[in-house]
């Protein structure tokens, strides 16, 4: 089954959230703190209304699952979407925001896109189709885990707070490095910078895009456990990975879970 129209759909919605984005990078944003104690912007929210608006016109029988927003979360297709992800580096000025959107079908990821507007880069990727950036194919690292594999973090997730398992991958080789924004750290992946990424929350807005752009380039996305998941309801976090190391940071969140 081709995805052709929705795919075009999906970029042209990608760009205006971009320009979106852009027109509220530096000025007043209109912070909010959430009940998570996570911020939210002006940005986010109209990003959100835009991508509901839009699809209601076009796809009437669809549904959408926001972030801040969703409508019709019942139907058998269903768009996810993060309108901002990294809102935080966004109200940093920091350039690693980014724009995500999955079209789920049947809680399976079909087609995605992921855009960073500062750098005007886009990810997209279709079921079956392959990865692409700027519509360049794109495809996951070839390390193992060895010297010179590279895994990130945020700072405020524990797993990789502990000085002994430091110190171990450290002795390994293995490069630990804190970043702001998870789909961008997806896409990294997806395109070979970065080998893996352990996400402990439940927002499968987070994840859908980048659960296919991963794969699509030859890399692998699971759950917390090392299982598949559905992507229209809350996750068991995930573990995006290469592939190649896959396993390692499953027995890294495993040691870390007991």
């Not at 007043?28 to 996570?38: C, L, P, R, S, W």
């Not at 912007?41 to 796809?59: G, L, P, R, S």
């Not at 940093?92 to 896109?113: C, E, H, N, Q, Y």
């Amino acid at each position: 089954m081709t995805f052709d129209t929705e795919l075009a759909f999906a970029k042209e919605l990608a760009y205006e959230a971009g320009d979106i984005m852009k027109k509220y990078f530096r000025v007043d944003q209109q912070v909010e703190i959430k009940d998570d104690n996570t911020p939210v912007t002006i940005a986010d929210k109209t990003v959100n209304d835009v991508v509901i608006e839009k699809i209601q016109a076009a796809f009437p029988n669809d549904g959408v699952m926001g972030e801040e927003a969703s409508w019709h979360t019942g139907s058998e297709r269903l768009w996810v979407c993060d309108p901002i992800d990294g809102t935080i580096g966004y109200t940093m000025r920091i350039p690693t925001s980014m724009f995500s959107l999955a079209l789920v079908i049947d809680g399976k990821p079909v087609l995605a896109v992921a855009y960073n507007p500062r750098v005007d880069e886009l990810y997209h990727a279709v079921l079956g189709g392959g990865a692409y950036m700027n519509n360049q194919p794109i495809k996951v690292s070839s390390k193992a885990w060895s010297e010179g594999t590279r895994i990130t973090t945020s700072s405020h997730e524990g797993i990789f707070r502990n000085k002994e398992l430091l110190l171990t991958l450290k002795d390994q080789g293995v490069y630990v490095h804190a970043l702001l924004g998870l789909v961008h750290q997806g896409c990294l992946i997806a395109e070979g910078g970065i080998e893996g990424r352990i996400f402990l929350y439940n927002g499968a807005h987070d994840i859908a895009a980048v659960k296919l752009i991963i794969e699509e380039a030859g890399g692998k996305v699971t759950d917390l456990d090392g299982n598949e998941q559905r992507y229209d309801q809350p996750i068991n976090g995930a573990v995006m990975s290469n592939g190649l190391i896959h396993d390692k940071l499953l027995e890294i969140y495993a040691n870390f879970r007991n």
